[in-house]
């Protein structure tokens, strides 16, 4: 049963002896803020987690009195992003389950599944219940199966999606969980006094003075403490499915991932995109901001294209610095948009590439190509890093039915060439170029095996789930026979 489609940031934190946790945790999820806007919170041992909606620096005249109330040598914390649900407070994470608190980055398809097994506990897809009946199971099989290794290992089984989890117990341990296919991203790191820090991304890491160690492997649990880091795996499937979307959009461009940097491989999937379509007349490339602006530079210095900021967001708006995709309510994101300004001057009487990171619902890209149109753009060219999004994503990204989909065929079994026209003249632009699955995997360093386009493929098997299409629209997700490894 589908649960709230989430592409959230965690952080947990195990520090050296005598230091405080809070503030670090706190810092940590400032650098994690791209990941989610809605909504923030932190725990510590024995008490009740803090959970605040908005942007962690809503809350920083809090921040003192937090820190010297939640006072601890371990922490861990989370910045939400929803598309399915409320998102308030009642939505907001870390959540306590007994002597567990728990914070979750990613989607648990069978929240309903997982809630009968765990006792009954009410599920509805407008709360946080996926993560909420998973950390009720996983506290019962810890009692169950003495120890957080065999309860993982038995609750990878039964969960259907993909997960990243931090844990925290009573005891002040710091548990940090990776899914066996290593759809979301997660880091190990250390500081130079001796504290552990797991984390969405390294970005967080670097925000806090600790240094990038690892990845946390795919089916690793690792359990930071007193004793320093442990390691276990609780899956031995050797498959892995890397979001790709994370590289073109979701994660900072300063972390590392998988062994990429996030900014150079942005600008490789530019150089890349260039050689797939090499639009020589072009007299600028710009990009939309924020997330392609590397690309648009690969781009451009590949062909030799001067390359220009033709686009500004307003920062002085209330909106204007934030994400449009991540926010979950279409009018948010025109609002959004209204605040990309077109600078005239640039742009007037020229071939203008316009590079985006994505092309989702077709909101941005439209509003983006009009704005062009009205500031005297001769030719508009729109090339997108990301290939043609045409099925909705079960692993955690906003993408939760068929018909909203730009690249949405309408079940008439149009050809990848016949949708790209649909979708460039349904925004509105001279010429439309989507990227590749090859294209993109090839840039980024990564094997195509190894990274997940489900959302462009409809192949769903590295999730292990049966969609349930019929008729064009997407049902809830069953469970499948299980991806081969």
């Known amino acids: ?51 605040r909606t908005g942007l962690v620096s809503d809350s920083a005249r809090e921040f003192r009195r937090l820190a010297a109330e939640y006072r601890s040598r371990s922490a ?41 097994m765990a006792g009954g506990c009410t599920f509805t897809p407008q709360s946080a219940s996926d993560t909420l009946a998973a950390a009720r199971r996983l506290a019962a099989l810890v009692e169950e199966k003495g120890g957080m290794g065999p309860a993982m290992s038995v609750l990878k089984g039964e969960m259907v999606g993909s997960y990243c989890f931090a844990f925290l117990s009573d005891g002040g341990a710091v548990y940090a969980a990776r899914d066996p296919k290593g759809f979301r991203p997660m880091v190990l790191g250390s500081r130079p006094d001796g504290a552990m820090v797991v984390a969405s991304e390294s970005s967080a890491l670097s925000a806090i003075g600790a240094s990038l160690d690892r990845n946390v492997r795919p089916g690793e649990l690792l359990k ?68 392609a602006r590397p690309a648009a530079l690969g781009y451009a210095q590949e062909l030799g294209i001067p390359f220009d900021e033709g686009l500004l967001k307003d920062r002085y708006s209330k909106k204007g610095p934030l994400r449009s995709f991540i926010e979950p309510h279409q009018s948010d994101r025109v609002e959004i948009n209204r605040w990309i300004i077109p600078i005239r ?43 043609t999004i045409r099925f909705p994503c079960y692993a955690g990204i906003d993408f939760p039915s068929r018909e909203e989909l730009a690249a949405h065929d309408g079940g008439r079994g149009m050809s990848e060439g016949e949708v790209v026209e649909k ?19 090839a840039a980024v360093g990564i094997p195509r095996s190894s990274m997940c386009f489900t959302c462009h493929t409809g192949d769903y098997s590295p999730l292990g789930i049966d969609p349930g299409f019929a008729g064009g629209k997407a049902g809830q997700p069953r469970r499948g026979a299980p991806a081969a490894p």
């Open 76 to 116: 861990i914390g989370h910045v939400r992003y929803s598309t399915v649900g409320g998102s308030g407070l009642e939505c907001a994470q870390p959540l306590k389950v007994g002597g567990l608190c728990v914070a979750h980055n990613g989607t648990i398809n069978n929240g309903a599944e997982l809630s009968g």
């Open 1 to 51: 049963m589908g649960g709230a489609r989430e592409n959230c940031g965690v952080v947990g934190i195990y520090g050296a002896e005598g230091t405080n946790a809070v503030p670090m945790a706190i810092d940590a999820l400032r650098a994690l803020q791209h990941r989610g806007q809605e909504a923030w919170g932190l725990a510590v041992p024995g008490k009740e987690p803090a959970r």
């Open 423 to 441: 979708v460039r003249s349904d925004i509105g632009a001279d010429f439309l170029g989507y990227n590749d699955a090859e294209n993109l995997a």
């Open 345 to 387: 001057e640039i742009i007037e009487g020229r071939h203008v590439v316009v590079v985006d990171d994505s092309l989702v619902r077709g909101t941005s890209s439209r509003a983006i190509i009009k704005a062009l149109r009205r500031s005297g753009a001769r030719r508009i060219s729109m090339l997108v890093t990301y290939p």
């Open 224 to 291: 930071l403490d007193g004793a320093g880091a442990a390691s276990e795996s609780f899956s031995e499937d050797a498959g892995r499915a890397h979001c790709s979307f994370e590289f073109t959009y979701f994660a900072h461009p300063s972390s590392r991932m998988e062994g990429a940097n996030v900014y150079v491989a942005r600008k490789r999937i530019g150089q890349f995109l260039a050689r797939k379509f090499p639009l020589r007349g072009a007299d600028l490339v710009v990009p939309v901001p924020d997330s």
